[in-house]
């Protein structure tokens, strides 16, 4: 599949941006951060900030951008459309936490906690049902991985977290146990994503032009000529192909830039006094940011469509 910039930016900022709630009702409740006080005012703003970002720049590919709120009338069978409803409803409560953030600081403690709480499921619910956008898609055998919607969550944490020591360490509050804990989520990260990209290189490639057909009993089967004389919108989106050599290049990159290096300076900041630790979860935040880049890139740069078959493709 063609890497559509615009749907990177969307899942990798409001992938970001969901984990970074879902943490920052964590933080609330176990007492690390004040519902109110300025670092949980600064990450939710981010946080809410991602995720708009995102959730606009998902629009930019579509033909018609100002017809994508249509999507949200098929919650019942579509995952986009409960994907859609769950997004605009995380905005409900987030919004109640900045406007009690903001007018009410001195509220009971319960009525910003609860909506936290509310927004950080919320959150996590959302990215769950991105994943599950390309998870139930049986004619793309990389996408039908059952382990693509939980990699979606636990890169959102993962990352969330990251962002979280950020704000943390920006603002001298209490940080460096949630650096482990961090660091520990992008391990974690790398562990599931190679474990996807494993079961993807070794999964068989059973879909064929002669299963397709109905004609694979009679031998094998291979198109006379092409379904078009120039390129069009299916060749251009679904034929895109990324060498192996390059694949495995990008994977390393990935797993270096965004999840190892940045845990191991997420551990070095633990011990490193508060100026030179803000430098180094802000050189970790760098390359988280990229790391998940190039893993969303080639988690679409991967992904081949059945539809190749009839464009000469052996197998999908």
Do not use: C
């Not at 969330?160 to 920006?170: D, H, R, S, W």
């Not at 495995?248 to 900041?269: E, I, K, N, Q, Y």
């Amino acid at each position: 599949m063609h890497p559509a910039y615009s749907v990177i930016l969307f899942t990798t900022a409001s992938g970001a941006g969901y984990g970074l709630l879902a943490w920052l009702a964590v933080a609330i409740w176990l007492g690390a951060l004040a519902p109110t006080g300025a670092p949980a005012i600064v990450a939710l703003v981010l946080a809410l900030g991602l995720v708009t970002v995102g959730l606009l720049s998902s629009t930019l590919h579509l033909g018609r951008p100002e017809r994508a709120w249509r999507a949200l009338s098929q919650w019942e069978t579509s995952w986009l459309s409960r994907e859609g409803v769950l997004a605009v409803a995380t905005y409900v409560p987030s919004g109640l936490l900045l406007l009690v953030q903001v007018l009410a600081s001195g509220v009971w403690w319960i009525v910003p906690a609860v909506l936290a709480l509310l927004a950080g499921v919320g959150a996590m619910a959302t990215v769950w049902t991105t994943g599950m956008i390309y998870q139930s898609l049986p004619t793309i055998r990389t996408w039908s991985e059952p382990l693509v919607a939980p990699v979606y969550v636990v890169l959102s944490i993962a990352s969330g977290g990251v962002l979280l020591a950020l704000v943390m360490a920006l603002s001298s509050a209490p940080w460096r146990p949630l650096l482990l804990v961090a660091g520990a989520l992008l391990l974690a990260a790398a562990a599931v994503k190679w474990l996807y990209w494993s079961r993807i290189d070794g999964a068989p490639r059973t879909w064929t032009a002669g299963g397709a057909t109905g004609l694979g009993r009679f031998g094998r089967v291979r198109p006379l000529d092409g379904p078009h004389t120039q390129a069009n919108f299916v060749m251009r989106e679904m034929g895109y192909v990324v060498a192996r050599k390059h694949a495995h290049s990008l994977r390393l990159l990935a797993t270096g830039v965004g999840f190892l290096a940045p845990a191991a300076l997420l551990l070095l900041a633990s011990q490193l006094p508060s100026g030179a630790g803000l430098f180094a979860v802000a050189i970790a935040t760098l390359g988280v940011g990229l790391g998940v880049i190039v893993e969303r890139w080639l988690f679409f740069a991967e992904a081949q469509h059945v539809v190749t078959l009839f464009y000469g493709a052996e197998n999908a």
